[in-house]
């Protein structure tokens, strides 16, 4: 992890989830410059306090405290990360620039759901 001083976002995520995880590998390998500080909640659950998350509400999404300081969770956080990337900086424009970051997030946070419910009834989290 890089000193949050250095980095323009931080990124919270469920490292305790195979797609999550690879996932953010993916992205981690993008990000060249250090401009993320990723934080796997599940191995820094302390991390959340100061952002005024609690573990449950974390585990449901993803969040990114963004460069102004706001924490800002799903397809807004995806776009913040992808914002960073240089792989990706013309994705976000696009859906930034064709407001799709409200219907993509309707279909995230159904989607979100469905993985969290399902981590907790095979057992990888503890959280109810």
Do not use: N
């Not at 976000?92 to 419910?117: K, N």
Request: hydrophobic share 40%; with cysteine.
């Amino acid at each position: 992890m890089t000193s949050s001083a250095d980095t323009a976002i931080t990124t919270f995520y469920d490292g305790g989830c195979p797609l999550c995880s690879k996932e953010i590998a993916h992205y981690r390998r993008l990000d060249r410059s250090g401009q993320v500080d990723w934080v796997d909640i599940t191995q820094d659950p302390d991390a959340l306090a100061a952002v005024g998350l609690d573990q449950a509400t974390a585990m449901r999404r993803l969040h990114v405290r963004d460069a102004d300081g706001r924490l800002v969770q799903g397809v807004p956080a995806f776009v913040a990360i992808w914002r960073q990337l240089p792989r990706y900086r013309l994705l976000a424009r696009v859906v930034s620039a064709l407001r799709l970051t409200g219907p993509l997030d309707a279909l995230y946070r159904r989607f979100a759901d469905w993985r969290f419910e399902r981590r907790c009834r095979e057992g990888a989290c503890s959280i109810h």
